[in-house]
C-alpha cells in the first residue's frame, strides 16, 4: 500500500478478503469487502447484517471490526445500495479525501460498486489496486503448503474415483457424481471443501472444448475424457488433470500423451527458484516442436487460495511474455494440452518451486488412461 | 430496450447469456457476453477464443455471431483487456457512438470493465441496464417450468440423503458428500446439474449463520442443522429447506419449527395472481405476530435459472415495499426461518404462481425432523 501511495485498501475478492481476515463464507453473491488503513491494527471487515455472525465465526477480528449493512440495501427495490454504506465507513476512517485502491478487475467488484463509490465520496481519489494483495500471496507459508498438500491428497482419491467410473454407457453425470462424492469425502483422516471450479470431462468431440460441464450422454466406445479437477481443504486447491480413453485409443492418441507427458515433464524439469515463468513454457514448447506442434496458449498460472469462480491468482502465468521470476514456495498449476481437430490429450501438475526443482503435490501416474 | 431507449445491450449475466443464446458453460471467470442490437436477427456471442467452441456446442447462434478473443488478453500481463476486443465489436456494429446498456451490477461486469469500455468508446453513451433481462425472465416458459420441476425431484432425493445422513458423531462433510453425490446423480430419469450455490447446513450454534459451510466437525447430540440446497436441470434451480435435530429436540423448538409451518402455509395460502410480492411476507408475519415474534428479513426471491454464485434473479423479494404484483408462472423461493440466539428453524418451498394459487414443486414433510 506504501509502495502504491494508497491511504486505503477495499479489498472484495473473496480469497483475498480470506487471506487478509480468514473470513469464509458462501455470501460473496452480495457486496461484501474488508478495508485495510494505515493507522488501524486490523482490517475493519464489511458486509451484510445476516454474514457478520460468519465474520465472527471465521475471522480474528474485534467486535468493532466488523461493520454491517441492513438487508434493505441487498438486490433493494430502494434506492439504496451496499457502497452507500461502505462510504460512510471509509468516512468514518477518515478516508473520504484520501487516495482509495480498489480491486477494480475482481469478479465481485461490479461496475455500480464502483460508479457509488465515487458518488458517495467525491473528493476521495479511486485508483486502481486489483492483484495487490494477489501478488502477496504468490509465495505460500508453511501452514498454505500444508493444506495444499491436503488437497492434493484429495484430488488423487477423486481422480481414481473419476477414471474408475469412466465406461461406455455410463452417464457422464454419474461419473460427475463419483468425483465429487469423493471430492467432499476427502480422505480418512479430514474431509473437502467445494473447488472453486466443478469437475470438468469434456469428452468425445467436445475435448476441444474445456469448459463444458457433464451432461446426460452416455460415453461411447471411442470417446476420449479428459477430467480436470480440484482437491479443496480450507478453499486451498491442488488441481489435477488426466486422459482417458473408452476402449483402446489409436495409436496417435497414444503418440499424442506421450508428448504431452515429455513435454509435461520438461517444463517441470525445468522448475527453479531464479528461472522466469515464460521460460518454463518454452521448455514445453521446445519439445513439442520437435514433433512440429504449434501451439500458444499459457500452460499454467499461479494459484492456490480460491472462491468461485476461479481457483487461480491472476497473477503469473506460464506464458510467452511473462518475466516472473520463480521463488521458492511459489505454487503453480501447469496444464499444457494438444487439441487437434478430432481430440484432445491434457495432463497437469501442480507443483511448489523447492530451493533447486520443483514438488509435484500429487502422486498420480503420468499415462493414457483406458476405461 | 426500445422502452429503455437503448440502441445496444451488453449481455454478461451468464444467465441472461444462456436465457437469450443457449450458451452454458464453466466460462464466467473470464470476460463474456453477448450483445444484443435492434438491427440484427440474432445476439453476438464474444468471449474467449478458447470457449468459442463452447457457443458453436451449445447456442442456436450463426457463425458469424460468434467472436472470440486472443489468449493474450487473458488476466494480462500486457496492457490489454477483453473489453478492448468488445469495443471492436460495438464499433462494427455501429454502437460506438450508440446509446449502450451495461448490467452494471451484475456479477462478472466489474468494474474495470465499464472504465475500460468507457475509454475505448468516448462518443457512446453508457447506461444502466442492470436486470432489464432479469425482468424479462421473471415469467416462466412451459418448458423452463418443466426443468424446474425435474430441480424440484432433485431436490426431494438430495434433502432425503441430507436428512438419512445426519447424525451423532457423523462429520459434517458426510452429509455434504451424500447431498453432493445425490445432486449430481439426480433420479432414475435424468442427471443433475451443478448448484449455483453449494449446500448449506448451519448446525449448532451457528444456525444463526446461514451462509457457513461445511467443516470436519462431527455432529453432536443436541444440535439442530439446517439443510438448504437446490437440485439443478439444465441450470434451472428448485431450492429446498429442512431443519432436523440431532437427538430428542426440545420442546421450545418443536414448538418453534410449528409456527415455521403455520407461517410458511399462510404465505403459501395468500399467493395467487393479483397480490403483492410484499403481502405474501405479510401473511407470514401475521402469523409470527401472533406469537410476538418480530423478523423484518425478506422471506423469498423470485429465481429460477442461474449461476455461481446465485440462483436468485434478484427481482421480485418477498419483502415489505415490494409491490411487485405476482402473475401466472412467476416462480419464488419462500424461505422464511425463525433464528433465536440459542438455535434456528428454517423451511422452505419454491413455488409456482398458478392461476388461482400456488403449485409448490418439491413434495416433501413440513415438519421438523429428528436424527
Redesign the interface.
Known amino acids: 500500500m506504501r509502495e502504491a501511495e494508497l491511504d486505503a485498501l477495499v479489498v472484495s475478492d473473496p480469497a483475498n478478503m480470506n487471506y487478509l481476515t480468514g473470513y469464509?463464507?458462501?455470501?460473496?453473491?452480495v457486496h461484501q469487502a474488508v478495508i485495510v488503513t494505515h493507522d488501524r491494527d486490523e482490517p475493519v471487515w464489511v458486509g451484510r447484517e445476516?454474514?457478520a455472525?460468519?465474520a465472527r465465526?471465521?475471522t480474528w477480528l474485534a467486535e468493532e471490526s466488523i461493520r454491517s449493512y441492513s438487508?434493505?440495501h441487498?438486490?433493494s427495490?430502494?434506492d439504496l445500495?451496499p457502497m452507500d454504506f461502505f462510504a460512510e465507513i471509509l468516512e468514518e476512517l477518515d478516508a473520504e479525501d484520501a487516495r482509495i485502491g480498489?480491486e477494480?478487475?475482481?469478479?465481485?467488484?461490479?461496475?455500480?460498486?464502483?460508479?457509488r463509490l465515487q458518488k458517495n465520496l467525491p473528493d476521495a481519489e479511486l485508483d486502481?489496486a486489483?492483484l495487490l494483495v494477489n501478488w502477496v500471496r504468490v509465495i505460500k507459508s508453511k501452514q498454505e503448503l500444508e493444506l495444499m498438500r491436503q488437497a492434493a491428497r484429495i484430488s488423487e482419491n477423486a481422480m481414481q474415483a473419476g477414471l474408475d467410473a469412466v465406461g461406455e454407457g455410463v452417464?457422464?453425470?454419474?461419473v460427475?457424481?463419483?468425483i465429487?462424492?469423493?471430492?467432499?469425502?476427502?480422505t480418512d483422516e479430514?474431509?473437502?471443501?467445494?473447488p472453486s471450479?466443478?469437475p470438468?470431462m469434456p469428452s468425445g468431440d467436445?475435448t476441444?472444448?474445456?469448459?463444458?460441464?457433464?451432461?446426460?450422454r452416455p460415453f461411447e466406445r471411442g470417446d476420449p475424457v479428459i477430467i480436470e479437477l480440484s482437491g479443496c481443504r480450507n478453499r486451498y486447491h491442488s488441481p489435477l488433470a488426466r486422459t482417458t480413453f473408452v476402449g483402446d485409443p489409436p495409436k496417435e492418441m497414444r503418440h499424442r500423451a506421450e508428448i504431452v507427458v515429455e513435454g509435461l515433464e520438461a517444463a517441470l524439469d525445468h522448475v527453479e527458484p531464479g528461472v522466469t515463468a515464460e521460460s518454463v513454457e518454452r521448455a514445453w514448447r521446445d519439445v513439442i516442436e520437435k514433433y512440429d506442434i504449434v501451439k500458444?496458449?499459457?500452460i499454467g498460472?499461479s494459484m492456490g487460495l480460491g472462491y468461485?469462480?476461479?481457483w487461480?491468482e491472476?497473477t503469473a502465468?506460464l506464458?510467452p511474455?511473462?518475466e516472473t521470476v520463480l521463488e521458492e514456495n511459489m505454487t503453480f498449476h501447469t496444464i499444457p494440452g494438444l487439441w487437434f481437430d478430432d481430440f484432445g490429450v491434457e495432463l497437469s501438475e501442480t507443483f511448489r518451486v523447492t530451493s533447486n526443482g520443483a514438488e509435484v503435490l500429487a502422486e498420480f501416474p503420468r499415462e493414457l488412461f483406458t476405461a
Open positions: 469464509d463464507g458462501w455470501s460473496f453473491y445476516m454474514d455472525n460468519g465465526a471465521t438487508d434493505d441487498v438486490q427495490p430502494y445500495h480498489l477494480m478487475d475482481a469478479y465481485y467488484f461490479t461496475a455500480k460498486s464502483y460508479t486502481d486489483t452417464p457422464e453425470y454419474e460427475a457424481a463419483e465429487y462424492d469423493s471430492l467432499i469425502r476427502g479430514f474431509g473437502g471443501d467445494y471450479i466443478v470438468l467436445h476441444g472444448t474445456p469448459h463444458l460441464t457433464w451432461t446426460d500458444e496458449d499459457r498460472y468461485p469462480p476461479d487461480g491472476h502465468s506464458r511474455g511473462d
